[in-house]
């Protein structure tokens, strides 16, 4: 297979020692495996996130993430753009998507990029890495690599908000998508079938600002997850994992929970069944430590 | 900034969904809406809502302007996309929540006090300062946004968050001092200050 290249947009909470690093890490091992080189837009800026919009009006947003696509333009043209994070990816997709159906928000766009020498013409598509991995990879060379099935492991795939809305996966439903389902029964492991909150919102930002109400959404996710027998949720989006995973001692306190449930990254179930180690897959940075997958990716 | 609010009031007099349609994101949208309900059934955090976004596009063009911009409501948007997905009529909801939130802003009549407003408008801050985002400083600045004494209780509420983050390192006290952000910091604040400059001689032109 040859070498496919992308540029890359990793985003603030992919940078070291952030809240996501360990899913950065991860997908760095998993590309490796799959011969996936991604070419890191330099110096990029954060894309606003979904919270951006109070300071940050329409325009200036737009010009925020077309600094980053017009640099990823200057420096591959020819690459796709793979964004790991959701927030990441919806901001610039729809960045792109609103400039190209509306000249004169194109236009104004420019004219603020000019001020720093740069200019988008929007001639990359932009992808999220779940995308790449079933479109362009498939499930079949994905289930290739396996060297260490994760057999026995019951798993609930939370998909959460905006890596499936509004965009989404092509072909698959916002109600129900099966991409992240099928992905865990690729690498040999169980997918909780009647998982009723696998697109159900965490809060988003609203974690820090409204504590409360989001952490009786997250309590939701967790209590479906065990209610289907699952010993561990997987995410593709680094506000679902931070979110899902550290208030659970929170909740534990304010409902009388016993919640104890670890929280994944697709692209960490994906490096232990390909023979990565713990460390390698960034299991360590888990608060809730994921012991089972761990003991799997270190056992020789 | 109330000036600003001032203009508009004169310029819109007694018709609040043109002054939507003319200056909030996506804003054009609104007449669109039939009034199914389906976005606020949809709605995770709805239940909350003063308002729910059927209830707003109603009041828009009730012309219900004070209530609307003042109001808690848009400000409870997590940015789900739910309702978007499955307005019959796909109107892109979320952007006109965020828009109505940000115009409110703009005019100076957003929640002074609303949590949600606060940490955007730090979350834009710190971001626009160096770029990119400086997470253990906006972590801190949103433990002390309510005042000091809030703020130690607050910390110490989440202290185990932030020492389970900390072990993982997954926050990095470094930061706090050492946080690079981009190289062209310079050239981001030059793009977003045009970015702004031309946005608002568009709104002082609809208003003027
Ligand atoms: S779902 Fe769409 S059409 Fe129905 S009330 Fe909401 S905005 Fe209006
Ligand atoms: S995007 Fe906002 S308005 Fe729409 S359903 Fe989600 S929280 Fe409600």
């Not at chain 1, 979904?50 to 420096?75: C, K, M």
């Not at chain 1, 060379?141 to 019951?154: A, C, D, T, Y």
């Not at chain 2, 957003?110 to 160096?130: E, G, I, S, V, Y």
Request: aromatic share 8%; charged share 25%; with cysteine.
């Amino acid at each position: 297979m040859a070498k496919k290249q992308y540029m890359f947009y990793p985003g603030c909470s992919a940078e070291k020692l952030a809240s996501a690093s360990n899913y950065e890490v991860s997908v760095q091992a998993m590309c490796d495996v799959l011969d996936i080189q991604l070419n890191e837009i330099p110096d990029w800026n954060c894309c606003g996130a979904s919270i951006g919009y109070a300071g940050g009006g329409e325009l200036p947003r737009l010009a925020l993430n077309a600094r980053n696509l017009a640099l990823a333009e200057q420096d591959h043209p020819d690459q796709d753009i793979v964004a790991t994070c959701a927030a990441c990816w919806l901001s610039a997709r729809e960045t792109k998507e609103r400039l190209e159906d509306n000249d004169a928000l194109m236009r104004e766009t420019n004219e603020a990029l000019g001020e720093a020498g740069l200019k988008y013409q929007a001639k990359q598509r932009i992808r999220h890495m779940v995308e790449v991995l079933v479109e362009d990879i498939g499930y079949e060379e994905l289930g290739r690599h396996v060297k260490k099935p994760l057999s026995g492991l019951k798993i609930a795939g939370y998909v959460g908000c905006q890596t499936n809305r509004p965009f989404g996966i092509e072909g698959e439903s916002f109600e129900n998508p099966k991409y992240l389902d099928k992905m865990v029964e690729t690498m040999g492991a169980e997918a909780v079938e009647k998982y009723d909150k696998k697109v159900s919102c965490c809060g988003g930002a609203l974690a820090f600002s409204e504590p409360e109400k989001s952490q009786a959404l997250i309590k939701d996710i967790i209590e479906a997850a065990y209610d289907g027998g699952a010993e561990m949720i997987v995410t593709p989006c680094p506000v679902c994992q931070m979110n899902v995973e550290v208030y659970q001692g929170q909740i534990n306190k304010k409902y009388r929970t016993k919640f104890n449930m670890p929280v994944v990254y697709y692209s960490q179930l994906m490096g232990v069944a390909y023979g990565k180690s713990s460390k390698e897959v960034g299991l360590n940075g888990q608060v809730i430590r994921a012991k089972r997958l761990e003991e799997l990716a270190d056992r020789k | 900034m109330s000036d600003l609010n001032t203009v508009m009031v004169e310029k819109y007099r007694n018709d609040f969904l043109k002054e939507v349609e003319a200056n909030v994101e996506e804003g054009k949208w609104v007449k669109m809406c039939m009034q199914c309900g389906v976005c606020s059934g949809s709605c995770p955090l709805g239940p909350f809502w003063e308002h729910p976004p059927q209830e707003v596009f109603m009041m828009i063009r009730a012309g219900k302007r004070d209530e609307i911009l003042k109001s808690e409501s848009m400000w409870m948007c997590t940015s789900c996309y739910n309702c978007i997905v499955r307005c019959p009529r796909e109107l892109p909801i979320t952007h006109i929540m965020h828009g109505l939130a940000h115009y409110a802003e703009r005019l100076g009549l957003a929640p002074k006090q609303n949590p949600t407003r606060k940490f955007a408008l730090m979350f834009w801050d710190n971001l626009a300062k160096a770029g990119r985002v400086n997470e253990p400083i906006l972590g801190i600045k949103l433990y002390f946004m309510n005042g000091f004494k809030q703020g130690i209780q607050t910390a110490l509420k989440m202290a185990p968050v932030g020492l389970g983050m900390l072990r993982t390192k997954r926050f990095n006290v470094l930061a706090l001092l050492f946080h690079k952000g981009c190289k062209g910091k310079q050239d981001i604040h030059k793009i977003l200050r045009k970015a702004r400059e031309i946005e608002l001689a568009k709104a002082a032109k609809f208003g003027g």
